[in-house]
């Protein structure tokens, strides 16, 4: 495992507590899901029965390859507990995500989930989301224009990820507008704002999303629950 991977060793190891024998799992994108969903492997070669469904085919692919079986999301039906990372987490566990370029599927994955584990560093940890300076917006394309109308309108940047001649392209083949902006006062409220805007897809606020929040301080490993989330092992 590489040397960042190896760095989130204890939250993916932490996070084996919330899997269960025959569970249906979300399996989220990036560096910290990729750590969990490597060691999750490990088990499933020693016995262990899951099913995952994957947020990117970045993960699919990592999955697929550590023998994890996979199903898409009709198959899964509700899914037991969902794991990812995040870009952002603040003091009551709302999150940024997106970074990776896959917030509208980890969304869905995360909405069709009982319960959703979050795996970070303790750099993620912000007083305020928006503390590193974007949010990630995926738009359709032919809707680029007046998405970025409307968020410029509203005082933020609207920078096209990749810029205007190359694209990024998500896994769904839409496009990430990274709005740039200080702060987000109101998460659940600018999450609404965007959405509304018609060709927003999805934005990178997970509002009231996580149930538990793992964080990698060092050696040692900080759970945080929310509040009547039932995050117990």
Known sequence: MS??????????????????????LGLGTGRAATAFVRMLGE????????TGVPTSEATAELARGLGIPLVDLAAAGEIATTFDGADEVDPHLDLVKGYGGALVREKIVAASSR??????????????????GKLPVEVVPFALPLCRRRIEGMGF?????????????????NWIIDVALARIDDPAGL???????????????????????????????????????????
Do not use: Y
């Open 191 to 233: 999450d609404r704002r965007l959405g509304a805007i018609p060709g927003v897809v999805g934005t990178g606020i997970f509002a009231g999303m996580a149930d538990v929040v793992l964080v990698q301080r060092g050696p040692e490993v900080e759970v945080l629950e929310r509040t009547g989330a039932g995050g117990e092992v």
């Open 115 to 132: 319960r959703r584990v979050v795996l970070v560093g303790s750099e993620k940890m912000v007083e305020c989301l928006g503390a590193h």
């Open 157 to 173: 940047g609207a920078p096209l990820r990749g810029g205007d001649a190359n694209p990024w392209r998500t896994d769904n083949g």
């Open 43 to 50: 088990r499933v070669r020693e016995g262990l029965r899951v």
């Open 3 to 24: 040397s960042p991977e190896a760095s989130l060793d204890g939250i993916a190891r932490r996070a084996l507590d919330w899997v269960r024998h025959g569970d249906v």
